[in-house]
């Protein structure tokens, strides 16, 4: 079963988005596309993303990003504001939702399991941002989107 529908007309530009689940009238349920960049025009804003990508389990603070980034923090987070169009957090709460999707979908580990290789603090808080995101649990995204036999 497809995870994504309809199809967005930004997909093509935008392959690392992520949906959300809306419910339309008469209780059909959509998903709309949500645009989380794999790049931006900013390289060491693309460095930091795929640093933070491999290390989405640790907790970052602007401090420390905008250290990595060798600029000060409000210099830093203008220019991830600019190159992302979110802010360090909800670009973070993003990633970490779609890499919960992901394994959701694709792995049988549980669901506290998950939480702590996505970087949330406990499964409590997976579960909070995941419907508060998808309106949706975890446990019922992985009975509908999970696929074929599922490694551990």
Do not use: C
Not at 29 to 58: G, M, W
Not at 68 to 85: I, V
Not at 88 to 101: D, H, T
């Amino acid at each position: 079963m497809l995870r994504k529908l309809p199809a967005s007309p930004h997909a093509a530009r935008w392959p690392g988005a992520w949906s959300s689940r809306r419910t339309a009238k008469g209780g059909q349920a959509q998903f709309i596309e949500q645009p989380v960049p794999l790049s931006t025009r900013d390289a060491n804003v693309n460095n930091l993303l795929d640093y933070l990508r491999s290390n989405l389990v640790k907790v970052h603070s602007l401090d420390d990003l905008a250290d990595y980034s060798l600029m000060s923090r409000r210099t830093f987070t203008r220019h991830f504001q600019k190159a992302t169009g979110m802010s360090v957090g909800a670009w973070l709460m993003s990633e970490r939702l779609q890499r919960s999707q992901e394994l959701l979908e694709t792995t049988s580990h549980s669901i506290e399991s998950i939480a702590e290789l996505v970087g949330f603090q406990s499964a409590a808080s997976l579960r909070q941002h995941f419907r508060a995101r998808f309106n949706v649990t975890p446990t019922e995204w992985r009975k509908t989107f999970q696929t074929g036999s599922l490694g551990a």
